[in-house]
């Protein structure tokens, strides 16, 4: 059984502060065309997304880079929730996860999904670098979050931005899947992962259509 983990792209939903806004216009009609078509105005990191390293990396590889190979992987997840608005998810999220080895998807839940497209959503907790330095140390190059963003989504005391994991992660050649949704329906461990993006060369990260396959739910429904 496949599980969406993909939020639904829509005019005016939820993007990062300062993001381009969403909008879908009618650009062909069937009254007047015969045909429909759409057209869409989006940034690179609209809804369910992936961060390629040149989004925060100077020198960092562009999307096509990204091997497909590594985005279609098990699936181990995080159980972060209980954390409140701005809390720091540490490594303390290790100490009931399920094993992970190298070339494991790893994504952080907190069910902040839930959230999405209400204000409060933009106050999720944070990924702690600490947690993120265990997570490479362990052979993961791929770290979701179903959240706005792994580090912080409101500005420092300065007005300045603060990603560290970012820094840490993409610095590293890694990259970061962000927004995912409904990882509550996929169990910690057993499933698979399968994060496609649009293939956009040169660009710095892509909508994403991420689904988790999860053995046996077939079976077990049509039972």
Do not use: K, Q
Request: aromatic share 4%; charged share 25%; net charge negative.
């Amino acid at each position: 059984m496949l599980i969406d983990l993909s939020h639904r792209i829509a005019g005016g939903m939820t993007v990062f502060p300062g993001d381009p806004a969403v909008s879908i216009e009618n650009a062909a009609t069937l009254e007047t065309d015969g045909f429909r078509v759409s057209a869409l105005h989006l940034g690179t990191h609209t809804g369910t997304h992936l961060d390629a390293p040149a989004h925060s990396i100077a020198d960092g590889a562009t999307l096509e880079a990204v091997a497909l190979d590594d985005l279609v992987a098990p699936l181990v997840i995080l159980d972060a929730t209980g954390h409140a608005a701005r809390d720091r998810i540490g490594v303390e999220a290790l100490h009931a996860a399920p094993e992970i080895v190298p070339g494991d998807i790893v994504a952080v839940r907190t069910g902040w999904d839930a959230r999405f497209g209400d204000e409060t959503y933009l106050e999720h907790p944070v990924v702690d670098v600490e947690l993120a330095t265990e997570l490479w140390e362990r052979g993961v190059r791929v770290l979701g979050v179903d959240t706005l963003n792994p580090d912080p989504s409101w500005p420092g005391d300065d007005g300045a931005w603060a990603l560290p994991v970012h820094e840490f992660w993409l610095g590293r050649g890694g990259v970061i899947v962000e927004n995912l949704a409904a990882l509550d329906r996929v169990p910690t461990s057993g499933a698979e992962a399968i994060i496609l993006p649009l293939r956009l060369d040169g660009l710095d990260g892509a909508p994403v259509r991420a689904v988790a396959r999860v053995p046996g739910e077939r079976e077990a429904r049509d039972r």
